[in-house]
């Protein structure tokens, strides 16, 4: 049975997608993830970045993965491995550049391992995550409706 503190639900325009995000890989970036869902940061946000076979990218509220929240996060890397349903900080070049946007990993990304932060990994609708359209931009994107959490 799923931690309900630690269960993120994403409405999404495919369906509903479940994330266990795990506090004790990634404190802090739980953490943040948590205070943006408070806020309703993601309700709306489009997933701007799909590469088939690779991830789905969401949490730029431009639209264009050029923005943010506003508040960068320290890396926390782990050695957890990007695989099939894994959620992950996306990041600019610098390490400790992350903010408000993740991707979810469609199969295995192992080298990424160690470069990004690994702070969730999806439990529930993964099926609904491979249904996000694909595209480097997305012409008409899939978006979350609304992200909460379970508690």
């Known amino acids: 049975m799923a931690d309900t503190e630690n269960t993120l639900i994403l409405e999404t325009t495919q369906g509903p997608v ?3 995000m795990k506090p004790d890989l990634a404190p802090g970036h739980v953490a943040r993830i948590k ?3 408070k806020e309703g940061f993601y309700d709306g946000i489009v997933f ?5 076979g690779f991830m789905a990218q969401t949490g730029c509220p431009q639209g264009t993965g050029t923005g943010g929240s506003g508040k960068k996060l320290k890396a926390e890397f782990n050695s ?5 349903g894994t959620v992950s900080m996306a990041r600019a ?3 400790d550049s992350g903010d408000s946007q993740f991707f979810i990993c469609f199969s295995d990304a192992r080298f990424l391992d160690n470069q ?3 702070w969730g990994e999806v439990i ?3 099926d609904n995550v491979d249904k996000i359209k694909r595209g480097e931009p997305v012409s008409n994107p ?3 409706i609304s992200a909460m959490m379970a508690a």
């Open 142 to 144: 899939d978006k979350i």
């Open 18 to 20: 479940k994330i266990e």
């Open 116 to 118: 990004y932060t690994v």
């Open 124 to 126: 529930e609708g993964m």
């Open 93 to 95: 070049a610098s390490p």
């Open 35 to 37: 205070e943006l869902v």
């Open 80 to 84: 957890t491995p990007h695989k099939r």
């Open 48 to 52: 701007h970045r799909v590469i088939d």
